[in-house]
Nanobody, 123 residues
Framework: EVQVVESGGGLVQAGGSLRLSCAVS????????IGWFRQAPGKEREGVSC????????DYADSVKLRFTISSDRAKNTVYLQMNNLKPEDTAVYYC????????????????WGQGTQVTVSS
């Protein structure tokens, strides 16, 4: 059974940090790219960061570059999103998604999606 499960969200003050985790099962990160997306109330879902299968590539939205870092632990089949210097505009539900491809992207047609984890940044 394929599962994509996010965790690590919460409430943090501006300038603080959170680390999101994306634990996957039913497939391996050797074959799948992982993307992090977010959706704020009243806004469209947007790509935040992604990592290719076997870590062949990473990418970041301009709004999070130098603040967010994506990494993977393939032994644990888990991808992490370290978020530093958080801003109120980072408040959103964060989703993890998996696509069977080598190079990651921010296209919306990922194969599998998690349920999301709420990140709230207070000013």
């Amino acid at each position: 059974e394929v599962q994509v499960v996010e965790s690590g969200g919460g409430l943090v003050q501006a300038g603080g940090s959170l680390r999101l985790s994306c634990a996957v099962s039913g497939f391996t990160l050797d074959d799948y790219a992982i993307g992090w997306f977010r959706q704020a109330p009243g806004k469209e879902r947007e790509g935040v960061s992604c990592i290719g299968s076997r870590d062949v590539s990473t990418d970041y939205a301009d709004s999070v570059k130098l603040r967010f870092t994506i990494s993977s632990d393939r032994a644990k089949n888990t991808v992490y999103l370290q978020m530093n210097n958080l801003k109120p505009e980072d408040t959103a539900v964060y989703y993890c998604a998996a696509e069977r491809t080598a190079y990651c992207n921010f296209n919306p047609w990922y194969d599998y999606w998690g349920q999301g984890t709420q990140v709230t940044v207070s000013s």
